[in-house]
């Protein structure tokens, strides 16, 4: 086991370097830069010029890549051109924690939802819950997070007020336990807003392998042997039928750290999303690049999860 995590961690050396060339090349190839937008039309185009000097924006591309690189191998990314020359790590590190927590809550909602449903749907096929459980996951699946968050706002925070519409705490005077209940309170839109799709998708999934897994042979012999349903399900039918759903998790951890974009958004929550959209528009590439090659380690560190975790789950499974 350790052997094979020495080498995934080994791979990821060339697949971040190559993540980080197709990163670096795309945000050169976009046409503009940041100072197209925001300088005046009418300043003299030295001072143009000479800021784009000052950034290193006119050096050759290999020296500009060597020079990011190098840089961010550091942990250093460099300065946001449209915050005010702070520096990009800065920028991260104060929402960085707010994405992670909006993540783990989406991705709890996620599985006490859709796992328990997928279990007792597979168990009675066809009851009046399975054909809910159906319905949910076809609507889940095709209603976009955009119009679900929209009509969550609508409905429970402007309608009902039972949550709050946006942002990540009520006030600042607010703080200890009071404070963490009140984080968690304006996570759960959000959260379950984020996590609509994965719910309805880990639930259907769930459901077909439950079903796979108990007209199994071993679990008619496990049946014979006079096991009861409670031990026949979460010793041997649980474990064969999570091992799909440890795969989807471990691309679920990079997406729900990047994917979070429009959902940020939409209830203006101050996380790596918000902080993305923003540096898209503005044209701010060191904050670009810097997101965009921090999701890309997330969804690498995620299937190196989902292959521990499958020896975990399946004792058969052994990496040597």
């Given amino acids: 086991m350790y ?3 020495i080498r995934r961690l080994l791979i990821f050396i060339p697949m971040l370097f190559a993540l980080s060339v197709i990163v670096f090349g795309l945000a050169k190839a976009a046409p503009g830069d940041p100072f197209s937008t925001m300088l005046d039309p009418t300043i003299d185009p030295e001072v143009y010029e000479d800021r784009r000097d000052e950034l290193g924006l006119n050096d050759s591309i290999p020296v500009q890549y060597a020079r990011w690189i190098g840089n961010a191998v550091q942990g250093d990314f460099g300065e946001s051109i449209v915050y005010n020359s702070r520096p990009v790590m800065d920028l991260i590190s104060a929402r960085f924690w707010n994405t992670v927590y909006l993540g783990l809550v989406a991705l709890f909602f996620t599985l006490i939802v859709a796992i328990p449903i997928g279990v007792y749907s597979a168990r009675n096929p066809y009851s009046i819950l399975d054909y809910f459980g159906t319905g949910f996951g076809f609507v889940g699946l095709a209603i976009p997070n955009f119009f679900f968050g929209l ?9 009902l007020g039972w949550f709050p519409p946006q942002g990540t705490v009520s006030g600042s005077d607010v703080s200890g336990m009071k404070e963490f209940f009140d984080r968690i309170h304006h996570m759960i839109l959000p959260g379950i807003t984020l996590g609509l799709a994965s719910t ?6 769930m459901r077909s392998e439950v079903i796979d897994v108990l007209g199994s042979d071993y679990i008619r012999t496990a049946k014979a042997k006079g096991m009861t349903d409670r031990v026949v399900l979460y010793k041997h039918t649980l474990r064969n039928a999570l091992i799909p759903i440890i795969t989807l998790m471990g691309f679920e951890f990079g997406v729900l750290v990047g994917g979070a974009v429009i959902t ?6 101050p996380g790596l999303g918000t902080l993305f959209l923003d540096a898209v528009i503005n044209r701010d590439y060191p904050i670009v690049m810097a997101l965009t090659l921090i999701f890309g380690v997330f969804i690498l560190v995620g299937n190196l999860l989902a292959d521990i975790f499958y020896s975990v789950v399946d004792p058969r499974i052994r990496y040597d």
Avoid at 151 to 157: G, P, Q, S, V
Avoid at 200 to 205: E, L
Avoid at 264 to 269: M, Q
């Fill in 3 to 5: 052997k094979y995590i």
């Fill in 151 to 159: 009509l969550a706002i609508y409905f429970l925070a402007i309608k």
């Fill in 200 to 205: 309805a998708t880990y639930m259907r999934y």
């Fill in 264 to 269: 940020e958004r939409i209830f203006n929550y």
